[in-house]
């Protein structure tokens, strides 16, 4: 039970007291009046405590949540592999939330859209149909629908595509659906997926379901231009902070001592090798991503994502049938220039890959 003396600590204390939502015969719970099915929870607490006694009572009635207050910063307590992946598997299943938290109208990752634009036209002409996967707030799609094509956004964040819908031109639509899922009878003679939609998700079965899909929605002779994140310079930088790896699950308090940052929220450049590890053994890059809005309060994250070498991304996209025709490292905002892999710009790989008249098959 909380004590009134402390209403004041925070406003979200005072709604929950406000509506007698904690209750005096269920320490540790909340009242929230969130159903969710709580059938697994015995199995998942005695997978995450196998080593000692869960400190809150396990009968969690439906509609309730556990509350802790604490008063200082406190690391996760992951003290085995099984906790390290239920932390894991909780920080995928946010990605959405975290990606909405993002202001995406100012980001610095949105500074470049008129050369972006400038670039993207030498493959989109008049009329043309394009998709674009992972749209975002639309600056894109907007753009080129602009300059004559009729563009199609699509995106996974309710969030981002209201601001879209917002500033929408003629010629451009947009709509709420995962790229891993998308499906379309009238196929697009360009699509493009720029900034690391490839990637963002950890297992690479989802990012080549993406890919799959791309091929798919365009025409036979179909362009697609899309763009991840060089892992060469990510393993540079990391090296020199000594941040790789063997293997993430057996250092775990090397990750539990990472240090957090506000990178992806504020300025995107996700390279600092100081706020990176890299696992070896799976090629995932992890990161402890804060997040802050006036509606919420402060959030951090575990993000993993997948980066890419110039003869790995060239591999995917053939392997979903595609004809790579370019790969090479560039610098946001200057698409057209190719940089050494290792160079300190070279954050992006860009991939211009054809779609066979004839097509192929999927391996």
């Known amino acids: 039970m909380i004590n009134r003396r402390f209403k004041k600590i925070s406003p979200y204390l005072d709604d929950l007291l406000a509506n007698d939502w904690i209750s005096s015969y269920t320490p540790g719970m909340v009242n929230t009046q969130f159903h969710i099915d709580h059938g697994n929870l015995p199995k998942k607490i005695a997978a995450a405590y196998a080593d000692g006694k869960f400190p809150l009572n396990q009968k969690l009635p439906e509609g309730h949540e556990w509350l802790a207050i604490v008063f200082s910063d406190q690391q996760p307590y992951l003290k085995n592999e099984n906790q390290l992946t239920m932390y894991l598997e909780y920080s995928k299943s946010v990605l959405v939330h975290a990606y909405s938290m993002m202001n995406m109208r100012d980001h610095g990752w949105t500074r470049y859209t008129e050369e972006e634009l400038s670039f993207l036209s030498r493959f989109v002409f008049p009329n043309c149909r394009v998709l674009d996967v992972g749209c975002g707030t639309g600056r894109l799609t907007n753009g080129l629908a602009r300059k004559g094509a009729s563009v199609h956004g699509i995106d996974f964040s309710k969030k981002q595509l209201e601001i879209a819908e917002e500033a929408k031109v003629e010629d ?74 063997p293997d993430i699950y057996g250092s775990i308090d090397r990750l539990l001592r990472l240090n957090g940052s506000n990178t992806m929220q504020s300025t995107g450049d996700v390279f600092n090798g100081e706020f990176i590890i890299i696992d070896d053994s799976t090629g995932l890059c992890y990161r402890k991503e804060q997040f802050f809005s006036e509606n919420y309060l402060p959030l951090e994250y575990l993000i993993r994502d997948r980066r890419y070498t110039k003869q790995e991304i060239s591999r995917l996209v053939q392997k979903v049938g595609f004809d790579v025709e370019e790969c090479y490292c560039f610098r946001a ?31």
């Open 172 to 245: 451009a639509s947009f709509q709420l659906v995962d790229a891993r899922k998308y499906s379309t009878r009238k196929k697009y003679d360009r699509v493009i997926c720029m900034y690391d939609v490839v990637g963002s998700f950890p297992d690479e079965k989802d990012n080549l379901r993406i890919l799959k899909k791309i091929y798919k929605n365009l025409k036979p002779g179909g362009i697609a231009v899309l763009s991840v994140m060089n892992m060469e310079l990510t393993r540079k930088n990391c090296q020199i902070k000594k941040n790789v790896v």
């Open 333 to 363: 905002g200057f698409l057209e220039d190719e940089l050494k892999s290792t160079d300190p710009h070279a954050k992006e790989i860009l991939v211009v890959a054809r779609k066979p008249n004839k097509g192929k098959f999927f391996h």
